[in-house]
T-cell receptor, first 111, second 113 residues
Framework: GENVEQHPSTLSVQEGDSAVIKCTYSDSASNYFPWYKQELGKRPQLIIDIRSNVGEKKDQRIAVTLNKTAKHFSLHITETQPEDSAVYFCAASKGNTPLVFGKGTRLSVIA | GAGVSQSPSNKVTEKGKDVELRCDPISGHTALYWYRQRLGQGLEFLIYFQGNSAPDKSGLPSDRFSAERTGESVSTLTIQRTQQEDSAVYLC???????????FGPGTRLTVL
């Protein structure tokens, strides 16, 4: 089955700097790659997703890139703010199968 | 509109007792998922319902775990003879289609003493 690896497990950046989180997946048939943000004690919420027919998607300070050949995708957050501090999860799925999540990255933005 | 709701929000039980967790998905969502999240860990897939199809139970960790869904509405996750390692937050999510965005409920925090 699908296996998703996520790195790094923790990331600290200064406010205003960029943060990059990377994920790799094993099943080349996977075609949907969402990113979720989970604040402490809260439920995960979708922040951006990408499907395999595009290589990049951007939404304000957040962008996701996908390299199907290498089977990896990345989350980029620019101009980080303290409220970006949270745990971020990547995931992958194909067709009508459930999401397989990475183990998460704890992002700390230091003011 | 209302989001995904779960009940109870917290459940404390004694080892060996059975527990039942409830999930109310967003109305009209055909797909429903259960995940387990241990403290400080990622989301572990448990079971998936899609419309009237047979559920995907491939993530259930043991035969003590079972789940049901009534049509395209409420789902219950039952854990029999609970063990301490079952302590976790159990999250439910629903989506309009199986490939759509998953919306998560607030979770049920289960503590097995």
């Amino acid at each position: 089955g699908e296996n998703v690896e996520q790195h790094p497990s923790t990331l600290s950046v200064q406010e205003g700097d960029s943060a990059v989180i990377k994920c790799t997946y094993s099943d080349s048939a996977s075609n949907y790659f969402p990113w979720y943000k989970q604040e402490l004690g809260k439920r995960p919420q979708l922040i951006i997703d990408i499907r395999s027919n595009v290589g990049e998607k951007k939404d304000q300070r957040i962008a996701v890139t996908l390299n199907k050949t290498a089977k990896h995708f990345s989350l980029h957050i620019t101009e980080t703010q303290p409220e970006d501090s949270a745990v971020y999860f990547c995931a992958a799925s194909k067709g009508n199968t459930p999401l397989v999540f990475g183990k998460g990255t704890r992002l700390s933005v230091i003011a | 509109g209302a989001g995904v709701s779960q009940s109870p929000s917290n459940k404390v039980t004694e080892k060996g007792k059975d527990v039942e967790l409830r999930c109310d998905p967003i109305s009209g969502h055909t797909a429903l998922y259960w995940y387990r999240q241990r403290l400080g860990q990622g989301l572990e897939f448990l079971i998936y319902f899609q419309g009237n199809s047979a559920p995907d139970k491939s993530g259930l960790p043991s035969d003590r775990f079972s789940a049901e869904r009534t049509g395209e509405s409420v789902s219950t996750l039952t854990i029999q003879r609970t063990q301490q390692e079952d302590s976790a937050v159990y999250l439910c999510a629903s989506s309009f289609e199986s490939r759509g965005e998953q919306f998560f409920g607030p979770g049920t925090r289960l503590t097995v003493l």
